[in-house]
């Protein structure tokens, strides 16, 4: 018996599908599961098994079941399986936006002309063809009254949206985005996630320079208010990532670290501000005030007055 089914077709088609279903469903990472998981080979390998076995045992039945059909019921079953799947509709379909008639009836379209035996038809235009022109028709209206009626807007306002809204695309994914930060753009992390790994990479590559409480040794003292190229997290920033001073400064970690990483390690060295290390350095640099911060009030007079009565009558007694 010829057999048309198309079981080297099915079975991959559905191996894979499986295969996809496994990927989707099994949270691996980045690490295909497959790979990750070891039952997952197995799985998979036990899955394309059975659609083979499957597919012989089919093949199987059908010849057996052919065998006992008689020599008329083989025929009709041989043609049924070789008639091609047709959609109906689809062709309906496709034969009324076509337009055209069948070969039959060109009789009935066919004009006088005659060019060397060479008839020509009055053949309709494609319905799918009109309707786009009437489409196009429609849609031209419709722009003209927009843009040249009612002066909506033109292509240089376009262009400005455009560029105004990839702009506060790209500046919201660089927040997202720690791998893109850079001098201009970072923030002071607060995360305790963040300088835990500020932490790691601070005792892991400074602390030689500046000892682990930020006191001081070969590099300044980090606990106190003066800087010698400038506080604040982007200047922090800047400096580890570019370097200190010509010859006698801190080497530039950017070639090292990441700009997540120095992101992490300058706000891990802010956190060290305010606080007291065993034996400090004394402060070098100058005193750095952040521009950004608000001006504490300044005390009331009275107060002052009040205090120096007191301190006299005090001492007077």
């Not at 599908?17 to 197995?42: C, H, R």
């Not at 076509?98 to 008839?119: A, Q, T």
């Not at 909506?152 to 997202?176: M, P, R, S």
């Not at 682990?212 to 922090?236: E, R």
Request: net charge negative; with cysteine; glycine share 8%.
């Amino acid at each position: 018996m010829k057999n048309t089914s198309t079981w080297w077709i099915k079975i991959p088609l559905i191996f894979f599908l499986i295969f996809g279903l496994t990927e989707f469903f099994v949270d691996s990472g980045e690490i295909p599961a497959f790979i990750k998981y070891p039952m997952a080979q197995v799985f998979l390998v036990f899955i394309l098994f059975l659609l083979i076995v499957i597919a012989v045992i089919t093949r199987a039945i059908e010849n057996v079941m052919f065998q006992t059909l008689s020599k008329e019921g083989q025929e009709r079953y041989i043609a049924a399986k070789s008639k091609s799947f047709q959609w109906e509709w689809g062709q309906k379909v496709y034969q009324k936006l076509l337009g055209s008639k069948p070969i039959e009836k060109e009789e009935e379209i066919i004009l006088d002309h005659n060019y060397d035996g060479i008839r020509e038809l009055d053949n309709n235009l494609p319905p799918w063809w009109v309707y786009l022109f009437y489409a196009s028709i429609v849609f031209a209206v419709v722009y003209l009254a927009r843009f040249h009626v009612f002066n909506d807007y033109n292509q240089d306002q376009e262009y400005e949206q455009e560029v105004a809204a990839a702009q506060l695309e790209i500046e919201a994914y660089k927040k997202t985005a720690k791998g893109l930060v850079d001098a201009n753009t970072v923030e002071l992390l607060t995360d305790a996630g963040d300088l835990k790994a500020g932490q790691t990479i601070f005792e892991s590559n400074c602390i030689a320079c500046h000892m682990a409480d930020g006191g001081g040794g070969i590099g300044p003292n980090l606990t106190d208010q003066h800087w010698i190229l400038g506080g604040g997290i982007k200047n922090v920033f800047h400096t580890i990532s570019e370097g200190g001073r010509d010859g006698k400064g801190m080497i530039a970690w950017k070639q090292t670290l990441k700009p997540a990483e120095i992101a992490q390690v300058a706000s891990y060295v802010l956190s060290f501000q305010g606080t007291t290390p065993a034996n400090p350095k004394p402060a070098e640099g100058d005193l750095w005030v952040d521009p950004n911060a608000t001006e504490q009030p300044a005390p009331a007079q009275e107060n002052s007055t009040e205090q120096v009565i007191d301190s006299t009558s005090v001492t007077v007694n």
